[in-house]
């Protein structure tokens, strides 16, 4: 299995525990990041997954965090992190 397989396969996973998540094209997912005021009445989708070169990028348009998936994946959900890195290195 190809490394952006395997990226995508995770991305989907870690959305599951990520605000507003959802897919709206082939390599793109928005979702809510948690840079953005709890206490507002609607949350916007300014996260974004999205695809470059063979790998999945994270991109935020509120507070412009930009990192590879594992690097987000660190700070969001370690354990999925470290499932990840021994998918990848099989």
Known sequence: MSSF????????ILGAR??????????LFTFSHS??????TKVKERGY???QKESIMMKCH???LSARLFTFMKSVDPSLADEYR????K
């Open 18 to 27: 990520l605000l507003n998540f959802r897919q709206r094209k082939a390599n």
């Open 86 to 89: 021994m998918e990848l290195y």
């Open 49 to 51: 997954f999205y695809k």
């Open 62 to 64: 509120h507070c412009g």
């Open 35 to 40: 840079c953005e005021e709890k206490n507002r």
């Open 5 to 12: 397989y395997i990226d995508l396969k995770y991305t989907q």
